[in-house]
């Protein structure tokens, strides 16, 4: 059973910083393609960011350059940087799995694994 576990989401200021991680069982991240995605109160759950087995990282305009997606196959784990956070990157982050080794995607419905989620919140 696939079991995707967020953490790391934290109140901070903004120009703040945080890492989230996202523990996967059930799966190896190294034959998975990865996701974060994050949902604001009262909108439409959105992608953050993209990565695949062979490390091609995709991401949204609005966090190219202040966001880094990485993952740990030893520790089967993903990992978001966010640096410079703003009160707009705030809401709750997801991480999802696709078993797909070359997915680039930031289409929510490609992907078929979700995690629960863990809150960022960014004040200004």
């Known amino acids: 059973q696939v079991r995707l576990v967020e953490s790391g989401g934290d109140s901070v200021q903004a120009g703040g910083s945080l890492r989230l991680s996202c523990v996967a069982s059930?799966?190896?991240?190294?034959?998975?393609?990865m996701a974060w995605f994050r949902q604001a109160s009262g909108k439409q759950r959105e992608a953050v960011a993209s990565?695949?087995?062979?490390?091609?990282?995709n991401y949204r305009d609005s966090v190219k350059g202040r966001f880094t997606i990485s993952q740990d196959n030893a520790k089967n784990t993903l990992y978001l940087q966010m640096n410079s956070l703003k009160p707009e990157d705030a809401g709750t982050y997801y991480c999802a799995a696709r078993n797909h080794p070359f997915l680039i995607s930031l289409r929510e419905a490609d992907y078929n694994f979700w995690g629960q989620g863990t809150e960022v919140t960014v004040s200004s």
């Open positions: 059930g799966l190896t991240t190294n034959k998975y393609s």
């Open positions: 990565i695949n087995t062979v490390d091609t990282r």
